[in-house]
């Protein structure tokens, strides 16, 4: 069973920084080739997505987070991580992991159980 578990979420300070980390489990197939993304949600807000890292090598932001954060991955460790630099309040929110092969049959989509993040003073 694939499980996907998030950490380093906390409370952090306006102008502040964190890292929120990934790291996937008990897949059969190769980390590498699923696409990996960060998506929050804020209390009475849709989920949205925040940054994805594909397996091409190539990544997008929303413009939310361009600039400020940074997506990253080692498929080594079966982890990604999120860098989040000059916090907003409107950043905080429910951060989860995605793990997505559209490719594959049945496509695979995987969630972790998500992280909170609070920027607040």
């Known amino acids: 069973q694939v499980q996907l578990v998030e950490s380093g979420g906390g409370l952090v300070q306006p102008g502040g920084s964190l890292r929120v980390s990934c790291v996937v489990s008990?897949?059969?197939?190769?980390?590498?080739?699923?696409?990996m993304g960060w998506y929050r949600q804020a209390p009475g807000k849709q989920r949205e997505l925040v940054a994805q890292?594909?397996?091409?090598?190539?990544?997008n932001y929303a413009d939310s987070a361009r600039g400020r954060f940074t997506i990253s991955r080692d498929n080594t460790r079966n982890t990604v991580w999120l860098q989040m630099n000059s916090l907003k309040p409107e950043d905080t929110a429910v951060y989860y992991c995605?793990?997505?092969?559209?490719?594959?049959?049945?496509?695979?989509?995987?969630w972790g159980q998500g992280t909170q993040v609070t920027v607040s003073s």
């Open positions: 995605n793990a997505f092969l559209p490719s594959s049959n049945p496509v695979r989509d995987y």
């Open positions: 008990g897949s059969s197939l190769s980390f590498g080739i699923y696409t």
């Open positions: 890292t594909f397996a091409s090598g190539s990544i």
